[in-house]
């Protein structure tokens, strides 16, 4: 058992990643090696899914290219996320997404949640 947690403790990158839930449209940098150059592709889209816990939590992105539905599955302690960007909070009321599969053009549309952002003097 502490095998398994100090296997777990020396792939984890520590990297501070902002919190985002189902329904948030962000952008992930993700770093990709094709060969011996490495690039940084952004991928948008929306969070359908958050599973798993702890270092093994990983979260699905949903985007939409060339009228094709895109998923893609990131683990959060992934050494090859270079960084996420929350682009919109989105209002929800489910934590897995799934329905959005079905749904195309504006009903496939997310309300924006407001932030009251508190300022200190």
Not at 42 to 49: H, L
Not at 109 to 121: G, L, N, S
């Amino acid at each position: 058992m502490d095998l398994i947690k100090v296997a777990e403790q020396a792939f984890a990158t520590g990297k501070e990643l902002p919190e985002f839930f189902p329904g948030d449209t962000i952008t992930v940098a993700y770093r990709i090696k094709e060969g011996n150059k490495e690039r940084i592709q952004q991928y948008r889209g929306v969070v359908i899914k958050i599973t798993g816990e702890g270092t093994k939590k990983r979260f699905t992105v949903r985007k939409i290219s060339d009228n094709i539905g895109v998923e893609r599955i990131f683990p959060i302690e992934s050494p090859f996320i270079d960084s996420i960007v929350i682009n919109k909070h989105g209002k929800v009321r489910r934590a897995k997404l799934y329905y959005l599969r079905g749904l195309t053009g504006k009903k496939a549309r997310i309300k924006e949640r407001r932030i009251i952002v508190k300022k200190e003097a």
